[in-house]
T-cell receptor, first 112, second 114 residues
Framework: DAGITQSPRHKVTETGTPVTLRCHQTENHRYMYWYRQDPGHGLRLIHY???????DKGEVSDGYSVSRSKTEDFLLTLESATSSQTSVYFC???????????FGNGTRLTVT | AQSVTQPDIHITVSEGASLELRCNYS??????LFWYVQSPGQGLQLLLKYLSGDTLVQGIKGFEAEFKRSQSSFNLRKPSVHWSDAAEYFC????????????FGPGTRLSVLP
């Protein structure tokens, strides 16, 4: 159990509205990640964080921003949602070295 | 940059039959390799990992995988599939000390016939 909780689990929103997804970890791992999952693409990295207030872009960061004000929380914001951002979003953490990523259960976002 | 391919988008096997899911990777150094399983509506659960040493690794739920450097492959196997194994399977390659450099394959969806 990675101790990761994502909220909400499902969300439907309209094009142009802002959306924030939350990731909460019970352990104080330094590294956290946001991925999106789309058919045929596997998981693609959106943004990641290597500490409080330390974040960086991933492969598909356009249209997304993140914030990490506390070790346990990592927020993903879509400033103005578009239909192309309809996806399943996963948060993960990493303990470092040769460890695997550990994932939350995902948030299914639909932008209409 | 590393990459991962999973040639089979969808595989169907009968319950009790053997299974092999293919994974090929591209990476400049010795990779860390992982297999994850995703049940519907769930997150990704780690099945097994290869870091170094013995090229045949055992995982949970009766799965195993073999690292073949010469073929750049890390195929997942199970001798006898159970209906509960129906899920999507993802191969991933990672780099030591670099969590942001995990790369995932597109996934293989496994269906199991009764």
């Amino acid at each position: 159990d990675a101790g990761i909780t994502q909220s909400p689990r499902h969300k439907v929103t309209e094009t142009g509205t802002p959306v924030t997804l939350r990731c909460h970890q019970t352990e104080n791992h330094r590294y956290m990640y946001w991925y999106r999952q789309d058919p045929g693409h596997g998981l693609r990295l959106i943004h990641y964080s290597y500490g409080v207030k330390d974040t960086d872009k991933g492969e598909v960061s356009d249209g997304y921003s993140v914030s990490r004000s506390k070790t346990e929380d990592f927020l993903l914001t879509l400033e103005s949602a578009t239909s192309s951002q309809t996806s399943v979003y996963f948060c993960a953490n990493w303990t470092g070295a040769d460890s695997p990523l550990h994932f939350g259960n995902g948030t299914r976002l639909t932008v209409t | 940059a590393q990459s991962v391919t999973q040639p089979d988008i969808h595989i169907t096997v009968s319950e009790g039959a053997s299974l092999e899911l293919r994974c090929n990777y591209s990476y400049g150094a010795t990779p860390y390799l992982f297999w994850y399983v995703q049940s519907p509506g769930q997150g990704l659960q780690l099945l097994l990992k290869y870091l170094s040493g013995d090229t045949l690794v055992q995982g949970i739920k009766g799965f195993e995988a073999e690292f073949k450097r010469s073929q750049s492959s890390f195929n997942l196997r199970k001798p006898s599939v159970h209906w509960s194994d129906a899920a999507e399977y993802f191969c991933a390659v990672g780099a030591q000390g670099s969590g942001q450099n995990f790369v995932f394959g597109p996934g293989t969806r496994l269906s199991v016939l009764p």
